[in-house]
Protein backbone atom coordinates (compact mmCIF):
# COMPACT_ATOMS: atom_id res chain seq x y z
CA UNK A 1 0.00 0.00 0.00
CA UNK A 2 1.47 3.70 -0.65
CA UNK A 3 3.41 5.32 1.76
CA UNK A 4 1.91 9.08 2.66
CA UNK A 5 5.35 11.24 3.60
CA UNK A 6 4.41 14.06 5.55
CA UNK A 7 7.18 16.80 5.51
CA UNK A 8 7.11 19.79 7.78
CA UNK A 9 6.16 23.25 6.75
CA UNK A 10 8.88 26.04 6.45
CA UNK A 11 7.08 29.51 5.56
CA UNK A 12 9.68 31.43 6.91
CA UNK A 13 12.62 30.22 5.46
CA UNK A 14 11.05 30.28 1.90
CA UNK A 15 10.44 33.85 2.51
CA UNK A 16 14.30 34.45 3.64
CA UNK A 17 15.37 32.22 0.67
CA UNK A 18 13.18 35.12 -1.71
CA UNK A 19 14.49 38.02 -0.01
CA UNK A 20 18.20 37.24 0.31
CA UNK A 21 17.85 36.23 -3.49
CA UNK A 22 15.99 39.49 -4.70
CA UNK A 23 18.62 41.45 -2.47
CA UNK A 24 21.35 39.58 -4.18
CA UNK A 25 20.01 39.93 -8.16
CA UNK A 26 19.55 43.68 -6.72
CA UNK A 27 23.26 44.33 -5.57
CA UNK A 28 24.78 42.73 -8.55
CA UNK A 29 22.26 44.45 -10.71
CA UNK A 30 23.21 47.70 -9.00
CA UNK A 31 27.01 46.98 -9.17
CA UNK A 32 26.60 46.19 -13.01
CA UNK A 33 24.83 49.33 -13.50
CA UNK A 34 27.45 51.09 -11.43
CA UNK A 35 30.19 49.49 -13.35
CA UNK A 36 28.58 50.64 -16.93
CA UNK A 37 27.84 53.85 -15.39
CA UNK A 38 31.38 54.92 -14.27
CA UNK A 39 32.44 53.22 -17.67
CA UNK A 40 30.04 55.68 -19.40
CA UNK A 41 31.38 58.55 -17.39
CA UNK A 42 35.29 57.51 -18.31
CA UNK A 43 34.45 57.10 -22.05
CA UNK A 44 32.91 60.72 -21.96
CA UNK A 45 35.52 61.96 -20.11
CA UNK A 46 38.19 60.44 -22.09
CA UNK A 47 35.99 61.76 -25.53
CA UNK A 48 36.15 65.38 -24.20
CA UNK A 49 39.78 65.12 -23.67
CA UNK A 50 40.21 63.76 -27.26
CA UNK A 51 37.92 66.85 -28.22
CA UNK A 52 39.95 69.27 -26.45
CA UNK A 53 43.07 68.33 -27.75
CA UNK A 54 41.36 68.30 -31.33
CA UNK A 55 40.02 71.54 -30.67
CA UNK A 56 43.61 73.03 -29.65
CA UNK A 57 45.17 71.76 -32.38
CA UNK A 58 42.53 72.79 -34.85
CA UNK A 59 42.73 76.40 -33.08
CA UNK A 60 46.71 76.15 -33.72
CA UNK A 61 46.14 75.18 -37.43
CA UNK A 62 43.72 77.99 -38.20
CA UNK A 63 46.18 80.25 -36.34
CA UNK A 64 49.10 78.96 -38.62
CA UNK A 65 46.84 79.54 -41.68
CA UNK A 66 46.20 82.81 -41.04
CA UNK A 67 49.72 83.34 -40.82
CA UNK A 68 50.63 81.75 -43.57
CA UNK A 69 47.91 83.73 -45.64
CA UNK A 70 49.00 87.03 -44.56
CA UNK A 71 52.27 86.00 -45.37
CA UNK A 72 51.25 85.05 -48.56
CA UNK A 73 49.41 88.29 -49.32
CA UNK A 74 52.49 90.56 -48.60
CA UNK A 75 54.46 88.57 -50.96
CA UNK A 76 51.80 88.83 -54.04
CA UNK A 77 51.50 92.77 -52.90
CA UNK A 78 55.35 92.72 -52.80
CA UNK A 79 55.17 90.77 -56.40
CA UNK A 80 52.61 93.16 -57.98
CA UNK A 81 54.59 96.22 -56.88
CA UNK A 82 57.92 94.93 -58.44
CA UNK A 83 55.70 94.01 -61.81
CA UNK A 84 54.41 97.58 -61.19
CA UNK A 85 57.71 99.23 -61.56
CA UNK A 86 59.28 96.80 -63.99
CA UNK A 87 56.58 97.88 -66.40
CA UNK A 88 56.87 101.26 -66.13
CA UNK A 89 60.46 100.95 -65.95
CA UNK A 90 60.37 99.26 -69.06
CA UNK A 91 57.17 101.82 -70.27
CA UNK A 92 60.07 104.59 -69.55
CA UNK A 93 63.02 102.48 -71.38
CA UNK A 94 60.85 102.35 -74.43
CA UNK A 95 59.87 106.22 -74.55
CA UNK A 96 63.34 107.19 -74.19
CA UNK A 97 64.44 105.16 -76.77
CA UNK A 98 61.63 106.02 -79.39
CA UNK A 99 63.18 109.70 -78.36
CA UNK A 100 66.19 108.79 -78.90
CA UNK A 101 65.74 107.40 -82.57
CA UNK A 102 63.66 110.29 -83.31
CA UNK A 103 66.44 112.88 -82.39
CA UNK A 104 68.99 110.81 -84.22
CA UNK A 105 67.01 110.97 -86.98
CA UNK A 106 66.54 114.19 -86.96
CA UNK A 107 70.29 115.18 -86.39
CA UNK A 108 70.57 112.87 -89.33
CA UNK A 109 67.96 114.86 -91.30
CA UNK A 110 69.56 118.16 -90.44
CA UNK A 111 73.49 116.72 -90.71
CA UNK A 112 72.50 115.98 -94.19
CA UNK A 113 70.75 119.14 -94.80
CA UNK A 114 74.14 121.12 -93.47
CA UNK A 115 76.04 118.85 -95.59
CA UNK A 116 74.16 119.50 -99.13
CA UNK A 117 73.70 123.50 -98.33
CA UNK A 118 77.53 123.94 -98.74
CA UNK A 119 77.06 122.02 -102.66
CA UNK A 120 73.82 123.71 -103.38
CA UNK A 121 73.16 126.88 -105.12
CA UNK A 122 69.34 128.72 -105.42
CA UNK A 123 66.37 127.36 -104.48
CA UNK A 124 66.20 123.93 -103.38
CA UNK A 125 63.56 121.32 -101.30
CA UNK A 126 66.81 120.31 -99.32
CA UNK A 127 65.49 117.38 -97.08
CA UNK A 128 61.97 115.77 -95.74
CA UNK A 129 61.18 114.50 -92.61
CA UNK A 130 58.29 112.02 -91.83
CA UNK A 131 57.66 110.44 -88.29
CA UNK A 132 54.84 108.93 -86.77
CA UNK A 133 52.63 110.39 -84.68
CA UNK A 134 51.19 107.40 -82.15
CA UNK A 135 47.97 107.40 -84.27
CA UNK A 136 46.79 105.16 -87.02
CA UNK A 137 47.79 106.79 -90.48
CA UNK A 138 48.71 109.47 -88.86
CA UNK A 139 52.37 110.91 -89.52
CA UNK A 140 53.72 114.25 -88.65
CA UNK A 141 56.10 115.86 -91.56
CA UNK A 142 59.03 118.59 -91.49
CA UNK A 143 59.86 119.91 -94.87
CA UNK A 144 62.71 122.14 -95.51
CA UNK A 145 63.51 124.93 -97.98
CA UNK A 146 67.02 126.51 -98.50
CA UNK A 147 68.17 129.04 -100.67
CA UNK A 148 71.97 130.00 -101.54
CA UNK A 149 72.30 132.90 -102.61
CA UNK A 150 75.26 135.72 -102.98
CA UNK A 151 72.50 138.59 -102.21
CA UNK A 152 70.11 138.23 -98.61
CA UNK A 153 66.96 139.04 -101.02
CA UNK A 154 63.60 137.59 -99.67
CA UNK A 155 62.48 135.00 -102.11
CA UNK A 156 58.47 134.33 -102.61
CA UNK A 157 57.71 130.66 -103.70
CA UNK A 158 54.18 129.00 -104.07
CA UNK A 159 54.83 125.44 -102.33
CA UNK A 160 52.51 122.20 -103.23
CA UNK A 161 53.03 118.71 -102.27
CA UNK A 162 51.87 115.44 -103.21
CA UNK A 163 51.51 111.68 -102.24
CA UNK A 164 51.21 108.56 -104.43
CA UNK A 165 50.62 105.57 -103.28
CA UNK A 166 48.39 102.43 -103.29
CA UNK A 167 44.84 101.54 -102.59
CA UNK A 168 42.48 98.68 -102.86
CA UNK A 169 41.54 99.71 -106.39
CA UNK A 170 45.06 100.50 -107.30
CA UNK A 171 47.16 103.87 -107.26
CA UNK A 172 46.08 106.88 -105.87
CA UNK A 173 47.27 110.38 -105.80
CA UNK A 174 46.51 112.29 -102.52
CA UNK A 175 46.46 116.27 -102.69
CA UNK A 176 47.89 118.32 -99.94
CA UNK A 177 44.47 119.53 -99.10
CA UNK A 178 42.82 115.95 -98.93
CA UNK A 179 46.14 114.80 -96.01
CA UNK A 180 45.89 117.73 -94.04
CA UNK A 181 42.24 118.72 -93.39
CA UNK A 182 41.95 120.94 -90.13
CA UNK A 183 45.52 121.80 -90.26
CA UNK A 184 45.87 123.58 -94.02
CA UNK A 185 49.49 125.19 -94.60
CA UNK A 186 49.98 128.32 -95.74
CA UNK A 187 51.62 127.57 -99.40
CA UNK A 188 52.86 131.37 -100.11
CA UNK A 189 56.27 131.30 -98.38
CA UNK A 190 58.60 134.03 -97.73
CA UNK A 191 62.37 133.24 -96.79
CA UNK A 192 65.54 134.19 -96.89
CA UNK A 193 68.11 131.28 -96.87
CA UNK A 194 66.40 128.66 -94.76
CA UNK A 195 62.81 127.82 -94.33
CA UNK A 196 61.20 124.82 -92.34
CA UNK A 197 57.40 123.47 -93.24
CA UNK A 198 55.73 121.36 -90.40
CA UNK A 199 52.49 119.74 -90.09
CA UNK A 200 50.53 116.34 -90.24
CA UNK A 201 49.12 114.12 -92.94
CA UNK A 202 46.22 112.06 -92.35
CA UNK A 203 45.38 109.35 -94.49
CA UNK A 204 42.53 107.25 -95.69
CA UNK A 205 42.10 103.66 -94.35
CA UNK A 206 43.29 101.77 -97.17
CA UNK A 207 46.22 103.90 -98.51
CA UNK A 208 50.04 102.55 -98.24
CA UNK A 209 52.04 105.62 -99.19
CA UNK A 210 55.08 105.27 -101.57
CA UNK A 211 56.39 108.37 -102.11
CA UNK A 212 55.70 111.91 -101.89
CA UNK A 213 56.38 114.95 -104.59
CA UNK A 214 57.31 118.64 -103.67
CA UNK A 215 56.53 121.01 -106.23
CA UNK A 216 57.75 124.61 -106.01
CA UNK A 217 57.50 127.89 -107.92
CA UNK A 218 59.34 130.60 -107.41
CA UNK A 219 57.67 134.50 -108.28
CA UNK A 220 59.74 136.82 -110.49
CA UNK A 221 62.79 133.98 -111.33
CA UNK A 222 63.87 132.70 -114.79
CA UNK A 223 63.50 129.19 -113.18
CA UNK A 224 60.24 129.27 -111.79
CA UNK A 225 59.12 125.76 -110.78
CA UNK A 226 60.80 122.86 -109.05
CA UNK A 227 60.00 119.32 -108.40
CA UNK A 228 61.65 116.79 -105.88
CA UNK A 229 60.79 113.00 -105.02
CA UNK A 230 61.21 111.56 -101.66
CA UNK A 231 60.21 107.78 -101.46
CA UNK A 232 58.25 107.32 -98.65
CA UNK A 233 60.71 106.06 -95.44
CA UNK A 234 60.48 102.75 -94.62
CA UNK A 235 60.62 102.65 -91.03
CA UNK A 236 57.16 104.91 -91.07
CA UNK A 237 55.35 101.76 -92.37
Do not use: C
Not at 154 to 169: C, Y
Amino acid sequence: MPRLVIKKHRPMEIILAVVLLSVTISVATWILLDLSHWHFIKNQLSQNEDTNLLWDANQGLEQENKLLREQVAILARSTQIDNEAAARLQNEMQLLQDQVYTLKGELEFYEGIMSATTDSKGLNVQGLHIVTTGQERSYHFKLVLTNVAKSDKIIEVIMDMSIEGMNETGSQVLSLDQVTAGSKLNRDIKFKNFERIEGNLNFPEGFTPLRVVVDLKQKGAKKSSLKRIFEWPANTS
